[in-house]
């Protein structure tokens, strides 16, 4: 039985055999329609979300499977006190599958300790979302086709960003990857992740304007400042809008440049910028639901 926690969980085969599923999910469909008939998810989602929850519920229902679960720790026995090992345990009698966030970092990897079915980790604290990872990868291959020899952006919130952490990682295992990390100084890539890139000799630079850089990007991904794990409220206001990508700054990119964001925007990007050709988050939201079946197969060993 395999669960996923940390994108670092799956080899780059794996990752690559997964993208490669969810692009035959794309283009066949109805092979896939019944896979999972008899198989139910669990979505355990202690933390507000829009896109994670209802595209892995949507990911399932697609493969003719059913879903439970709920949105909100207070609907749920955790506002009575039970622990999410216990929660786990139950709902495991229920579900062959669990997908679940939490805003502790590492409560996903604590409940796989005791969970007898795979869980997925959809988001744990300033942490890890590895499903989001790999839909920002399957964006980056289908918009600039290739997951190698590219120049990525990461802006914003860099800090407390787990999408950031979660695709650093992954994107350092291809060939040919160049970082450059424009926050401001409050909110930097942390030291852990730097360390790591220092280690394997992934070469990065770190910057505040985002003028000084769109220029040289492949691939600009854009972050929300996370309100919710800021200890002080003033300091949050401050640094809120720190960046706004706007029509102006798109004049500055290049033509092929792609720019994604793991959504939810707040004011990071103009909604200008949308129906600019270059702006992928739309359709990054659209792949996360394939290659969410895609994970969903891989660990219940569902085969067409
Ligand atoms: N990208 C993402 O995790 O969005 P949600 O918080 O809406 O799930």
Do not use: W
Not at 33 to 54: D, Q, V, Y
Not at 129 to 145: F, S, V, W
Not at 229 to 241: G, I, T, V
């Amino acid at each position: 039985m395999r669960h996923l926690l940390d994108i670092r969980d799956l080899s780059l085969e794996e990752i690559d055999q997964l993208l490669d599923r969810a692009e035959d999910i794309i283009e066949n469909p109805k092979k896939y329609s019944e896979c999972m008939h008899g198989k139910k998810l669990a979505t355990l989602f202690f933390e507000p979300s829009t896109r994670t929850r209802l595209s892995f519920e949507a990911a399932m229902m697609e493969l003719g499977g059913n879903v439970l679960g709920f949105s909100e720790a207070k609907s749920s026995s955790a506002a009575k006190g039970e622990s999410v090992a216990d929660t786990v345990r139950t709902v495991s009698c229920y579900a062959d599958i669990i997908a679940m966030r939490h805003p502790r970092e590492g409560a996903p990897t604590a409940a796989a300790q005791v969970c007898p079915v795979p869980i997925i980790n959809a988001g744990d604290g300033g942490h890890n979302h590895p499903t989001q990872t790999l839909t920002d990868l399957l964006t980056i291959r289908r918009e600039k086709g290739r997951l190698n020899q590219l120049v990525i952006g990461f802006c914003g919130d860099l800090k407390f960003g787990r999408t950031v952490h979660s695709l650093i990682h992954a994107m350092m295992r291809y060939e040919d990857i160049r970082f450059v990390f424009i926050s401001p100084k409050e909110l930097r890539v942390p030291d852990y992740v730097l360390e790591t890139l220092q280690k394997h000799g992934i070469g990065y630079t770190e910057v505040e304007k985002l003028e000084d850089v769109i220029g040289t990007l492949d691939v600009l991904y854009m972050t929300r400042v996370q309100r919710e794990r800021f200890f002080n409220e003033e300091e949050y206001l401050r640094l809120k809008d720190s960046y706004v990508l706007d029509l102006e700054k798109m004049e500055l990119a290049r033509k092929d440049l792609a720019v994604l964001h793991p959504l939810p925007r707040v004011n990071e990007i103009s909604v200008k910028v949308d129906s600019d050709p270059r702006a992928c988050y739309f359709r990054q939201v659209l792949y996360g639901k394939f290659v969410r079946e895609a994970l969903l197969m891989k660990l219940l060993e569902v085969e067409v």
